[in-house]
């Protein structure tokens, strides 16, 4: 997850926010760290980019970036071998 | 000096998009109730294939003959001479001498169609590409492509507030006439089809991979269009010389800031709102006098049910009739708002309404649901025609019946 | 009816921003490329919204603040403003991923941030200001196109306080491209060389300006801006004269009513010839002060010669590091600039 959160802050540009400081269970959305609809298409991206998942379902952007823990278990579930 | 009261006429249209090459053949695709929509056949994109868009039915070839501009200008200058030229005849006063005159335009990324081609070489060798390319990329060297055409050299210039630009042109041009810097004003905006919108628009996912159901509860996003429209607006002295070509006046406009996201509607569609309330109270008009509203309509759930909210707020319950004719010509972008004011004024002469194609599942959400026919004979005496872009800049203009 | 200058706020290559004096001392930079000295941005914008917000973003989020904090404005009635190029960054970052990721995996941000009107629309978001709002996009012409706007809101009683402004910036990319089109110096001098060579060529200039324009009078008003007017190729210099001419008579200002002349030259030997000729004509024996060697050549950079009038007026006479000065106070200035000889603008700019 340490890997992960680097990979978000640089994605999302949050300059004052350092990696080490985003809980893994923090929420991302809305309260918490406070994305909004553009940093959800920006973690698309993320996902595609640095671990070839694509996520078919927009719809399911909620749930699977929900904290940083969601996000690595649907990595770790998703990723090819 | 400003004279608030002083009407402001619309005396000439012109008009280019996927469903005709100029105003009487959109006319006939809108009573065929045939849209544009269709296959990318000229941009060179991965998105060929599955991204349908509604593209002008001329090559830029085509385009140069009719318009006199070389086939290497960039297409938003094409389709916008296109149009402009067709108003500017429409409204037969080029024979009169002494007129101060202006081009108020608007468009989205200028040449970016040349542009993008030009990149493509610079990124490899930063002195390769050609310069011809991107001498006209800014927005109002794309404008003056079409004012020098046109002779018209008192007051040009070029607004891009995305999706209301070619509305806040026509009635900042208005304003001219009213506070008697200008006499007569072409106004309206142009935007070709590129593989940067294209492209920027899919990296946000409104972009439907169907052909776009605004106004459905179903709906999935937008489809791109090209196209341009203009109309040229005339003071009280002009209008009184040229007597039987008037169309309608534009009796009232108004623009506002959503303010809530940088491209999302707020759910209560406040800017929406205010720009349409803002028109009405310029027009001294209420609600229920309005005989018909051009939606924005995009497609996209977000705008559909932000302009649905503030429809609602504002005319409940008395709703005109309405449509988006955005089925039928995508949009088009920062030539939506002078697309669809040419549209509006068209429907005021002709006493037609349009249908919002395609419409089989109303929004649930909405206590109305817009016209699915086209409709002639009717009495449209006040249309209201909605513009609302990117950065929540939302504008409307309501044109009457002289 | 006039209209007051209420308060400015400047991001330019020289010191300009949050400055006690007036250009107290000069910035002097080498090449062909003038850079923006830029603040803290941090004491302007909220660091969670900075992070989506590119340079010129940035530096016009920060003029407009600036302006605002100082005219004690929280909600202006109208945001107006001009720019030729737009956001530029992002327009290339957008293009050079277009190009090399061949469409894929693309980001929506820097497209986002890359339309003209984002600027304008930023500043209304963190204003959460739901009024009339437009961004010109006019070459040479944007910057005038957003005052005319402004102008006409403020006669309407549109609006009663208009926050009117430019930006414009360079970015590797398009100075590299305007570089081949031969628009500026091969020879390397510095800024305060720039009319020392009489030879091809500029230096590329950038900047946010950002004014509060008011129909009212306020104790802090800087100065008014009496007039304004543009005009497009002219066909020579005698039209030129004329429309000079003709402008000052609408206005009912002799000549000798003007006490200081800004003039857009820019060093470049061909256009500048302009400048030189009225100066031997209509603007024979007029003191004269060019300000594009302060801030480069770009298409607004009119917006900073409107900075620069109005706070000499405020200040009353022109400050001690541009080696001119008046014989007494400075009380009308009249700004005349040309882009590129296509461009023409003229601005009257009086004491209130």
Redesign the interface.
């Known amino acids: 997850m340490t890997d992960l959160k680097r990979q978000i802050v640089e994605?999302?540009?949050?300059?004052?926010i350092k990696p080490e400081e985003i809980g893994d269970d923090q929420p991302l959305f809305v309260e918490g760290l406070?994305l909004?609809?553009?940093d959800a298409?920006?973690l698309i991206?993320l996902l595609?980019?640095q671990y070839n998942i694509k996520l078919n379902n927009?719809e399911d952007g909620p749930k699977v970036f929900q904290s940083v823990r969601t996000m690595a278990e649907y990595i770790k579930s998703h990723q090819q071998a | 000096m400003y004279k608030k009261s002083a009407a402001v006429y619309v005396a000439g249209v012109g008009v280019v998009s996927a469903i005709g090459n100029n105003t009487a053949h959109c006319l006939q695709s809108l009573e065929n109730e045939t849209a544009g929509i269709g296959n990318i056949t000229s941009l060179n994109t991965i998105h060929k294939n599955t991204l349908p868009v509604a593209a002008v039915q001329l090559s830029n070839q085509q385009l140069a003959a009719v318009t006199g501009l070389p086939a290497s200008a960039s297409r938003t200058a094409l389709l916008g001479m296109m149009a402009a030229r067709e108003a500017w005849q429409d409204a037969g006063v080029s024979n009169q001498t002494g007129l101060r005159t202006g081009f108020i335009s608007a468009n989205s990324v200028g040449g970016m169609d040349k542009t993008e081609d030009f990149f493509a070489s610079f990124l490899k060798d930063k002195n390769s590409g050609r310069l011809h390319d991107v001498v006209n990329h800014e927005c109002g060297a794309v404008t003056e492509l079409v004012a020098d055409g046109l002779g018209i050299k008192n007051c040009v210039t070029t607004i891009s507030t995305a999706c209301s630009s070619s509305a806040n042109s026509i009635f900042f041009g208005a304003r001219l006439i009213k506070h008697n810097i200008l006499d007569v004003v072409v106004a309206g905006g142009a935007d070709a089809l590129t593989k940067f919108t294209l492209n920027g628009f899919n990296t946000l996912q409104i972009l439907d991979k169907e052909w776009c159901q605004p106004f459905d509860q179903n709906r999935r996003g937008l489809n791109l269009g090209e196209g341009a429209g203009y109309l040229v607006l005339v003071s009280e002295s002009v209008a009184a010389s040229i007597k039987n070509k008037l169309y309608c006046r534009l009796s009232g406009y108004s623009n506002a800031n959503d303010a809530h996201h940088q491209t999302a509607s707020s759910p209560e569609g406040a800017g929406s709102y205010a720009a349409m309330k803002g028109a009405l109270e310029l027009s001294g008009l209420q609600a229920k006098d309005i005989s018909y509203i051009n939606l924005h309509g995009t497609g996209t759930f977000n705008n559909d049910i932000s302009e649905g909210t503030a429809v609602q707020r504002l005319f409940d319950p008395h709703y005109p009739k309405m449509s988006s004719t955005k089925a039928f010509t995508g949009h088009t972008l920062g030539a939506s708002g002078g697309i669809e004011a040419v549209f509006s004024t068209l429907a005021i002469k002709h006493g037609i309404i349009y249908p919002n194609l395609r419409l089989q599942t109303p929004m649930q959400a909405l206590p109305f649901i817009p016209e699915t026919k086209f409709q002639k004979n009717i009495a449209v005496d006040h249309v209201l025609s909605n513009s609302f872009g990117f950065g929540g800049n939302c504008s409307s203009l309501i044109f009457s019946r002289i | 009816m006039k209209t007051f200058i209420r308060a400015t706020g400047n991001i330019s290559p020289q010191k300009t921003f949050g400055q006690a004096g007036l250009l107290q001392e000069l910035v002097i930079q080498s090449g062909n490329r003038l850079r923006c000295t830029e603040p803290d941005y941090l004491q302007y914008i909220d660091a969670k919204f900075i992070r989506r917000m590119s340079r010129i973003i940035k530096m016009g989020t920060a003029a407009a603040m600036e302006c605002l904090q100082q005219a004690g404005v929280q909600n202006p009635d109208a945001i107006v403003m001009g720019t030729a190029y737009g956001c530029l960054e992002d327009t290339g970052i957008f293009l050079k991923k277009m190009v090399e990721q061949n469409e894929e995996m693309l980001t929506p941000t820097a497209f986002i941030q890359s339309t003209h009107n984002t600027i304008g629309a930023q500043i209304a978001l963190l204003l959460q200001c739901h009024n009339y709002n437009n961004t010109f996009v006019h070459r040479g012409f944007s910057f005038e196109s957003a005052l005319l706007d402004a102008m006409m809101l403020l006669e309407e009683n549109a609006a009663a306080t208009v926050l009117a402004g430019a930006a414009d910036e360079i970015t590797d990319y398009s100075h590299a491209i305007l570089s081949r089109f031969g628009l500026y110096k091969n020879e390397t001098i510095s800024n305060t060389e720039l009319y020392k060579n009489k030879t091809k060529g500029t230096i590329a200039g950038e900047g946010a300006a950002f004014f509060l324009l008011s129909n009212q009078p306020s104790p802090k008003d800087y100065a008014t801006l009496d007039a304004l007017h543009t005009f497009y190729k002219p066909a020579g210099i005698n039209e030129i004269e004329q429309q000079v001419q003709q402008f000052l008579q609408e206005q009912q200002v002799a000549l000798t009513d003007i006490d200081v002349l800004i003039t857009g030259n820019n060093g470049d030997a061909e256009t500048d010839a302009v400048y030189h000729q009225l100066l031997e004509t209509i603007f024979k024996n007029k003191l004269a002060v060019s300000y594009k060697y302060l801030c480069g050549e770009y298409p607004t950079s009119t917006a900073f010669a409107l900075w620069l009038a109005a706070s000499v007026i405020k200040e009353g006479n022109l400050p001690a590091a541009l080696h001119t000065s008046a014989a007494s106070k400075i009380r009308r200035i009249l700004i005349y600039n040309h882009y590129e000889n296509i461009h023409h603008s003229l601005m009257l700019v009086s004491a209130c």
């Open positions: 994605q999302l540009n949050l300059q004052h406070g909004d609809s553009i298409l920006e991206v595609q980019q927009a």
